[in-house]
T-cell receptor, first 114, second 110 residues
Framework: NAGVTQTPKFRILKIGQSMTLQCAQD?????MYWYRQDPGMGLKLIYY???????DKGEVPNGYNVSRSTTEDFPLRLELAAPSQTSVYFC?????????????FGNGTRLTVT | GIQVEQSPPDLILQEGANSTLRCNFS?????LQWFHQNPWGQLINLFY???GTKQNGRLSATTVATERYSLLYISSSQTTDSGVYFC????????????FGDGTTLTVKP
C-alpha cells in the first residue's frame, strides 16, 4: 500500500493563477481531509469528505473547492491564488467516524503564491 | 466545535531528560492521536489513544477521556526527538472533523 499520496510536492504560483492539489489513498478509507499549516502554526481543516459525493466545509474553506467523485481521490482546487494561501497543504484519510479510526497523512504539498 | 489546548507551547531539554506534554479538549472524543512533525515536515503518527495507556519504547501516552485530557511522556530524550508534537481529536457534535491543537515545540540539546 502506498497510503496517502499527494502531488505535487512543491509549487510556486503567481497571484490569480489556479491549480489543483491532488490526493489519492489506496486504503479504501471513507473519510478524507484537507488541512493547511502556516509557518509555526498548527493544522487548520479546510474541507473534509465522509464518502464519495459528500463534502463539507472545515474551519478555513474560503478560496478553495473540493470534489469527491471516487473513494480514492480528493482533489483540492484553488481558483484565484492569493499570497494568503502560501502554506503547506496536507491530505489525510481515515476509515470512518467510529473507534479505531486513526488519521493517515500524506507528505504534504508546499505552495508559495507570489 | 471541539477546542484543543496543548501545553507547554515550547520546551527545551538537555539530552537524557524526561518530559510530559499535555493535551486538553473541551468535549467527549472518540478519536485522539499524538503526532510528531519532524524537521522535514512529515507528520509521524505516535499513538492512537482515545482512552487508556500505551507505550512504545521511550514514549508513552495516557488519555483520561472522562477528564478530557491526554498526556504524552518522553523519557531519556534524544536530539532526534526535537520537533513539534501535535494532539488531534475527533468527537463532540461533529465527529467527522478532526481538530488539532497548536502543538508543543520540543528542542533537545546535546
Amino acid at each position: 500500500n502506498a497510503g496517502v499520496t499527494q502531488t505535487p510536492k512543491f509549487r510556486i504560483l503567481k497571484i490569480g493563477q489556479s491549480m489543483t492539489l491532488q490526493c489519492a489513498q489506496d486504503m479504501n478509507h471513507n473519510y478524507m481531509y484537507w488541512y493547511r499549516q502556516d509557518p509555526g502554526m498548527g493544522l487548520k481543516l479546510i474541507y473534509y469528505s465522509v464518502g464519495a459525493g459528500i463534502t463539507d466545509k472545515g474551519e478555513v474553506p474560503n478560496g478553495y473547492n473540493v470534489s469527491r467523485s471516487t473513494t480514492e481521490d480528493f482533489p483540492l482546487r484553488l481558483e484565484l491564488a492569493a499570497p494568503s494561501q502560501t502554506s503547506v497543504y496536507f491530505c489525510a484519510s481515515s476509515p470512518g467516524e467510529s473507534y479505531n479510526s486513526p488519521l493517515h497523512f500524506g507528505n504534504g504539498t508546499r505552495l508559495t503564491v507570489t | 466545535g471541539i477546542q484543543v489546548e496543548q501545553s507547554p507551547p515550547d520546551l527545551i531539554l538537555q539530552e537524557g531528560a524526561n518530559s510530559t506534554l499535555r493535551c486538553n479538549f473541551s468535549d467527549s472524543v472518540n478519536n485522539l492521536q499524538w503526532f510528531h512533525q519532524n524537521p522535514w515536515g512529515q507528520l509521524i503518527n505516535l499513538f492512537y489513544i482515545p482512552s487508556g495507556t500505551k507505550q512504545n519504547g521511550r514514549l508513552s501516552a495516557t488519555t483520561v477521556a472522562t477528564e478530557r485530557y491526554s498526556l504524552l511522556y518522553i523519557s531519556s530524550s534524544q536530539t532526534t526527538d526535537s520537533g513539534v508534537y501535535f494532539c488531534a481529536v475527533r468527537g463532540g457534535t461533529n465527529a467527522g472533523k478532526s481538530t488539532f491543537g497548536d502543538g508543543t515545540t520540543l528542542t533537545v540539546k546535546p
